[in-house]
């Protein structure tokens, strides 16, 4: 199972970005989705993650900024920033578990966030 994530980029302080992230291959189920991110020198952290049937939990940090979606029909999950601050900056990781042929947890490449002035 591939993923691929997009929509990182610069942005100003209070702006927003949505990343996006679809998983492809050979799909049985997927259950959790989610996003983590990783600073420079720090380790990587859960932003947010939806469950199949809906759920969500968010870090702290996101709480009310941050949402987290899923279109089942594409097998994609999104992550909807709102108020971005500096300290969001990050390189921003999704992860898909579920089953094809077996169960697996499968990661993006990472997309890089950077909010500045």
């Known amino acids: 199972v591939q993923l691929q994530a997009s929509g990182g980029g610069l942005v100003q302080p209070g702006g927003s970005l949505r990343l996006s992230c679809a998983a492809s291959g050979s799909i049985f189920s997927i259950n959790n989705m989610g996003w983590y991110r990783q600073a420079p020198g720090k380790q990587r952290e859960l932003v947010a993650r939806i469950t199949s049937g809906g759920s969500t939990n968010y870090a702290d940090s996101v709480k009310g900024r941050f949402t987290i979606s899923r279109d089942n029909t594409k097998n994609t999950v999104y992550l909807q920033m709102n108020s971005l601050k500096p300290e969001d900056t990050a390189v921003y990781y999704c992860?898909?578990?579920?089953?094809?042929?077996?169960?697996?947890?499968?990661w993006g490449q990472g997309t890089q966030v950077t909010v500045s002035s």
């Open positions: 992860n898909v578990r579920g089953v094809s042929t077996k169960y697996f947890s499968s």
